[in-house]
């Protein structure tokens, strides 16, 4: 637990200021160019894993991801909507 205060106390004091103009522009909204396809899992981290920003990729993890993945048509078809329509991916 003193390992996750000491990260946000470090992120509020040192990272959020250095990054303020691209957490400003976030709250206008999002539209990432990437829908990244994920399974729940601690280890995965899509911004760490394709090397971009806040709100460039949208991590998605179906709970189709804790059966065997079948087909990639299978994981396309459980994405919800609004993943498309509201995030314009």
């Known amino acids: 637990?003193?390992?996750?205060?000491?990260?946000?106390?470090?992120?509020?004091?040192?990272v959020f200021g250095s990054q303020r103009e691209l957490f400003e522009r976030?709250?206008?909204?999002?539209?990432?160019e990437v829908l990244?396809?994920?399974c729940s899992d601690s280890r995965i981290n899509p911004n760490?894993?394709?090397q971009t920003e806040p709100g460039e990729v949208f991590g998605y993890d179906p709970d189709i991801c804790q059966f065997k993945l079948?087909?990639?048509?299978?994981?396309?078809?459980s994405l919800p909507e609004r993943q498309f329509v509201a995030l314009e991916i």
């Open 26 to 32: 976030l709250t206008e909204g999002q539209s990432p």
């Open 48 to 50: 760490l894993l394709t």
């Open 70 to 77: 079948l087909t990639e048509q299978r994981a396309t078809l």
């Open 36 to 38: 990244f396809i994920t």
């Open 1 to 14: 637990m003193q390992k996750l205060i000491q990260g946000l106390q470090h992120y509020q004091t040192k």
